[in-house]
């Protein structure tokens, strides 16, 4: 017995000994190729769709051909897509509302989902958790489409910029998250000493918690820009208006039915698809998905950094 058990632990031993030289003779071995390889694939799978629409947005359409596997554009390129769309002026137009849609209602929504979220945090304030309930049972009922026409439509905002911003100002999520980061990672001792340098709780939110809690609000600040910038269903519920239209509402009634940009009574619209001669090919889809994209492409570099941050707070605890 004593023979067999040494035996096999000697052969366990020459095991990761192998397994020990291997590493050190090449560096690396069988499971790290494995996760390498791994990762790659899944990367270039993740990518070739990015780069396979701008590729097609910069090739001539009467050689781009769907579907079709491809890893260079066409030669020769083109970039008559690209003018069609940004010079055609409403893509502009739409780009342009888009973007003030986007900032106006991220910043006002984490301002008053703050606000809020800090008032909820305080446990000695009578109330607060009736606020508190009240929050939450949102996130599980609503109201319903009709009746927030109805309360829309009763506040004059159809076919307004406001009835694509205000509705969805207040939201659950960021309250939550906001809230639980009050209770839970800002000192109290903090206010204390302020209070008693005698600031007020308005200077206190404004120049403490908001500047400690911006990792967070970042996070939630970027995900409030990807929700208001991929919006296009409040523009088809409250409005009218080509000119309230944003950009993802263009790119959907490219992508999905362009003769009825063609019927469309706007005239840029028409004209756009006018100067290209037909109805929109491939290509001009793409260039459009593309200078959709880049907006918040642009952003998320700026972002990135408290955006780790912030979604790593609370999670170790000393």
């Not at 970042?218 to 409030?224: G, H």
Request: glycine share 6%; aromatic share 16%; with cysteine.
């Amino acid at each position: 017995m004593l023979q067999e058990y040494f035996s096999i632990k000697g052969g366990s031993n020459v095991k990761n000994k192998n397994y020990m030289s291997m590493k050190s003779r090449f560096g690396f071995n069988f499971f790290d190729v494995f996760v390498y390889s791994f990762c790659f694939v899944f990367a270039v799978i993740c990518f070739y769709p990015m780069w396979y629409v701008v590729i097609g947005s910069v090739s001539n359409s009467e050689l781009f051909t769907l579907p079709k596997f491809n890893i260079l554009p066409d030669w020769p390129i083109t970039f008559k897509y690209y003018a069609g769309v940004i010079f055609g002026g409403i893509f502009f137009n739409s780009l342009l509302l888009s973007i003030l849609k986007a900032l106006f209602a991220s910043v006002s929504s984490l301002i008053l989902s703050a606000s809020m979220a800090y008032g909820v945090a305080k446990k000695k304030v009578a109330g607060m958790k009736f606020v508190n309930l009240y929050v939450l049972l949102t996130m599980f009922f609503g109201g319903g489409l009709i009746p927030t026409y109805l309360l829309v439509r009763s506040l004059h905002m159809i076919d307004t910029f406001w009835a694509l911003t205000i509705p969805s100002l207040l939201g659950a999520f960021q309250f939550v998250i906001l809230r639980n980061y009050f209770s839970y990672s800002v000192s109290t001792e903090l206010e204390d000493a302020a209070l008693i340098d005698g600031a007020n709780e308005v200077l206190i939110f404004f120049r403490i918690i908001l500047p400690l809690s911006m990792p967070t609000i970042s996070a939630l600040f970027l995900f409030q820009c990807v929700e208001q910038w991929n919006d296009w269903y409040s523009y088809l519920v409250y409005c009218n208006k080509p000119e309230l239209q944003p950009v993802t509402w263009l790119l959907r009634r490219v992508l999905t039915d362009p003769a009825m940009a063609i019927k469309s009574d706007n005239k840029d619209m028409a004209s756009m698809i006018h100067q290209l001669g037909y109805l929109p090919p491939a290509s001009l889809k793409m260039a459009t998905i593309v200078l959709s994209m880049v907006p918040i492409m642009i952003l998320y570099p700026f972002l990135q950094k408290n955006f780790a941050k912030g979604m790593l707070i609370g999670a170790v605890k000393g």
